[in-house]
Structures are given as C-alpha cells and as structure tokens.
C-alpha cells in the first residue's frame, strides 16, 4: 500500500485527497446537473482612450434616448377621433409613393404600435448606458 501524507486522506478511506483547482467551484444544483461558476476577475483601471470612447459611447447612446423619448413624446400627443375624416397618417415609400390611411381605428393602432416599438427601443438603450 502507498504511503500516504497524514492529515490529507479523505477521512473514512484509504484515498489520498483530490487536488482541486480553485479557479472553478462546482455546485450541485436540485435537478443534478453541475454547474461550473468561474471567479469574478477585477477589472483592470481603464486607459485614457478607453475612458474617452466609453464616456463618447454613454454621450451617444444619452443622446439617442433623448431623441427616442422626444419621438415618444410627439406620438403620444397625437390623438384620433371616432369616425373623424380628418385622421390621416400618410405612409411615404423611398421611391416617394404615398398611402393615406384615413380610418380612425388604423391611425389609432398605428400609433400604438409606434408607440410600443420606441418604448422597447428606449429600454434597449438604457440598458447600455451602465457605469
């Protein structure tokens, strides 16, 4: 039988202790499947330039928020009638066709719709602007 060190057997057997890297804890969740959980590393100070195109990048996506919450804002305040003939929303093609949609109901969900979209995008965007 090998000799073994005295106070690095696993108690109960003749088994010399498992080496274990410390760099990944296993753990054992309900269903019995491993999970491996590395460590935090520490963020290194960033450098001058990365400073400046961190702080650029918040400034731009602060200034695409503002412009998304101004457009929100603007659709938020138009408002649709019940069978007003006067409700039109005009769809403009690249090639300069144009659609008019006259019906209340259609203008209304549109601008739903629109409005929708902008939120979701606002929300994307202030998930970026993170110190």
Same mark, same amino acid.
């Given at each position: 039988?090998?000799?073994?060190?005295?106070?690095?057997?696993?108690?109960?057997?003749?088994?010399?202790?498992?080496?274990?890297?410390?760099?990944?804890?296993?753990?054992?969740?309900?269903?019995?499947?491993?999970?491996?959980?590395?460590?935090?590393?520490?963020?290194?100070?960033?450098?001058?330039?990365?400073?400046?195109?961190?702080?650029?990048?918040?400034? =731009?996506? $602060?200034? &695409?928020?503002?412009?998304?919450?101004?457009?929100? !804002?603007?659709? *938020?305040?138009?408002?649709?009638? +019940?069978?007003?003939?006067? =409700?039109? $929303?005009? &769809?403009?093609?690249?090639?300069?066709?144009?659609? !008019?949609?006259? *019906?209340?109901?259609?203008?209304? +969900?549109?601008?739903?719709?629109?409005?929708?979209?902008?939120?979701?995008?606002?929300?994307?965007?202030?998930?970026?602007?993170?110190?």
């Amino acid at each position: 039988m090998p000799e073994q060190a005295k106070g690095k057997d696993v108690q109960g057997t003749n088994l010399p202790a498992k080496q274990v890297d410390q760099s990944v804890v296993k753990k054992l969740p309900p269903k019995g499947e491993i999970i491996e959980m590395k460590p935090i590393k520490e963020n290194a100070p960033l450098t001058v330039e990365e400073t400046i195109r961190r702080v650029n990048e918040l400034q =731009d996506n $602060i200034d &695409l928020r503002e412009l998304l919450k101004r457009h929100l !804002e603007a659709v *938020s305040l138009l408002k649709f009638g +019940e069978y007003n003939e006067k =409700d039109v $929303i005009v &769809l403009v093609s690249h090639t300069g066709e144009k659609y !008019e949609i006259k *019906s209340s109901s259609l203008c209304q +969900e549109s601008a739903e719709l629109i409005k929708r979209r902008i939120s979701e995008h606002i929300e994307q965007v202030e998930q970026q602007i993170v110190l």
